[in-house]
């Protein structure tokens, strides 16, 4: 059978100095699936963008701010994360520069400059955990993984680099 997944983006905005990112505290719905929950920006992609314009777009619908500059550090295979069990896949991306000032909030919840060494001490999906370090470590070469979720759970994290 063949593997049609979502296809999405997830962007981490740095400060100029790269050392806080930007993050979205998931609080203002009450039947989000990441309520309560920091997480990057980003969301589907357009049928007729390709990812980078996917991800241009969902940090200025979703931060207000024009990406300059940034770095694919990853993709990611989540099987069965959806809400209603539907596979995704996601491109990372690291902006490293950008214009505007960005939003406080949007319709997802609060916008937060956050130090990029404290990230891992907030709440978010247990398999965020597993990735971040990846996202922001010094090795130039993007991962490549796949997490399996089950009933709302990471089930396993496999992933290599080339």
């Not at 981490?12 to 989000?32: G, W």
């Not at 920091?38 to 024009?66: F, P, Q, S």
């Not at 709440?123 to 971040?132: I, K, S, T, V, Y």
Request: aromatic share 12%; net charge negative; glycine share 12%.
């Amino acid at each position: 059978m063949p593997y049609c997944p979502i296809i999405g983006t997830l962007g981490y905005v740095l400060s100029p100095d790269r050392s806080q990112v930007l993050l979205v505290h998931r609080n203002a719905r009450a039947d989000d699936q990441h309520l309560g929950k920091y997480n990057g920006l980003g969301g589907k992609l357009e049928a007729d963008e390709d990812v980078v314009a996917g991800m241009r777009r969902e940090i200025l619908e979703e931060a207000g701010i024009h990406c300059e500059q940034m770095e694919l550090r990853g993709t990611i295979s989540w099987p069965g994360f959806g809400k209603n069990g539907e596979d995704w896949l996601g491109f990372i991306f690291l902006i490293t520069a950008y214009s505007g000032e960005a939003f406080t909030e949007n319709p997802e919840g609060t916008l937060q400059w956050l130090p990029v060494d404290r990230i891992m001490e907030l709440p978010m999906w247990e398999g965020d955990r597993q990735f971040l370090p990846l996202v922001f470590d010094d090795d130039p070469r993007a991962f490549h993984g796949v997490m399996p979720y089950r009933e709302g759970r990471m089930v396993s994290w496999n992933w290599s680099r080339i």
